[in-house]
Every structure is written in structure tokens, then in C-alpha cells.
């Protein structure tokens, strides 16, 4: 696709639910990233593929958040267990190749309610 | 963690002004980026400034950067209504790790 798509737009579910949200990088894009903002917060890291590697998970809150990049492109971020501190709006970016080298394009977000 | 932390937290002017955001950060980068934000959603990338440069324009916009004091400044110059956004600065090391950002406010 032209840009970084991300689904679901909107997630309403309840609390100790598991939840997939997903995300499609720009094609050919090596590095993709997940991030996570609460209402008028700064963007939290979550994790960060690249290519091959090993991901850089330091940024996941708990062991009930876990994330997987299939045949280096299309994304999933798993929560399991969610609880209503898990609310926020979960962003995934991509770039087109390592070392961070050059700018990050940014899916529209998925917004996650746990009620 | 989040490494970069932009001041002010929020910024209101009147158009035609200029504005100015500046960023701190921690450790040893290799570029450092700033975004902008509008309604909560998407970012949109706006310039990059690798380690070894100093200063760097785009359009209206002027950053600098000393990686001897770990910080950057955004300066946006001839503001308009439209620039009223969230702004954030991005350093990449190991990862991109985003700041706090900025609001930016301009009224007219």
C-alpha cells in the first residue's frame, strides 16, 4: 500500500480480554516499530523490529504485552489480559532501512478502550 | 523510557510569530528528528539532522543541533494557523525514542 495502514481504527473491549491489533509497514520497508500514546502523552516505546534481528522488546510494559513480524513485513502486537491502564492509542511506524537512518512513516493508529 | 524531552510543554503565539521548541536528550545519537501531530493520530515526519551536522532548514523550518549540550532547537519561522499541532523530537540510537512534545498553538 501507499502508507502504513493499521486495524483495527477503533477497539472497544473488556477488561482480561486479549486483543490483536495490527499493522502493514509501507513494502520494502526493513524496520518497523510500535509505540503507544496515552491521551496528551508523549509517544512510549514498545518495541522495534529490523530486518532479521532480534527485536528490541526493552520497551514492553508487562509480560502480557508481546508483538511478532511475519516474513519481515505485516506486524501484530498482542495484550493479553487487558486492563483499563492499557487504554491509549497503540501507533506502528516503518522505515526504510536500518541504523535509523532516515524518517519514520506513521499508520493512523489503533484506539484501544478497555472498559 | 523515553529519552528526548521538549520544552516548552506548550507554546501559544500569534501568527505571523515565530516559534521555538527545543529538546534535550541523554545519550549518544545518530540522528535526531522532529515530528509533528496533529488530532492525536498519525505523525508526520518534518526533518532529520544527523549527528555531525549542525543546522539544517526546510522550507520555514530551522533546526540546529549540538550534540555537545545534547539538545536541539525547532525554530518555525512565519507561524500560521495551519502549524498549530503537537511537535516532538526523535532520537535514534539503538531505537527511536520520541519526547513528550511540544503544543503548539497560533491563533490569528
Known amino acids: 500500500g501507499a502508507g502504513v495502514s493499521q486495524s483495527p481504527s477503533n477497539k472497544v473491549t473488556e477488561k482480561g480480554k486479549d486483543v490483536e491489533l495490527r499493522c502493514d509497514p509501507i513494502?520494502?520497508?526493513?524496520?518497523l516499530y510500535w509505540y503507544r500514546q496515552s491521551l496528551g502523552q508523549g509517544l512510549e516505546f514498545l518495541i522495534y523490529f529490523q530486518g532479521n534481528s532480534a527485536p528490541d522488546k526493552s520497551g514492553l510494559p508487562s509480560d502480557r504485552f508481546s508483538a511478532e513480524r511475519t516474513g519481515g513485513s505485516v506486524s501484530t502486537l498482542t495484550i493479553q489480559r487487558t486492563q483499563q491502564e492499557d487504554s491509549a492509542v497503540y501507533l506502528c511506524?516503518?522505515?526504510?532501512?536500518?541504523?535509523?537512518?532516515?524518517?519514520?512513516?506513521f499508520g493512523q493508529g489503533t484506539r484501544l478502550t478497555v472498559v | 523510557s523515553q529519552q528526548g524531552e521538549e520544552d516548552p510543554q506548550a507554546l501559544s503565539i500569534q501568527e505571523g510569530e515565530n516559534a521555538t521548541m527545543n529538546c534535550s536528550y541523554k545519550t549518544s545519537i545518530n540522528n535526531l528528528q522532529w515530528y509533528r501531530q496533529n488530532s492525536g493520530r498519525g505523525l508526520v515526519h518534518l526533518i532529520l539532522?544527523?549527528?555531525?551536522?549542525r543546522e539544517k532548514h526546510s522550507g520555514r523550518l530551522r533546526v540546529t543541533l549540538d550534540t555537545s549540550k545534547k539538545s536541539s532547537s525547532l525554530l518555525i519561522t512565519a507561524s500560521r494557523a495551519a502549524d498549530t499541532a503537537s511537535y516532538f523530537c526523535a532520537t535514534a540510537g539503538t531505537a527511536l525514542i520520541f519526547g513528550k512534545g511540544t503544543t503548539l498553538s497560533v491563533s490569528s
Open positions: 513494502s520494502g520497508h526493513t524496520a
Open positions: 539532522i544527523r549527528s555531525n551536522e
Open positions: 511506524a516503518s522505515s526504510l532501512n536500518r541504523a535509523l537512518a532516515t524518517e519514520a512513516f
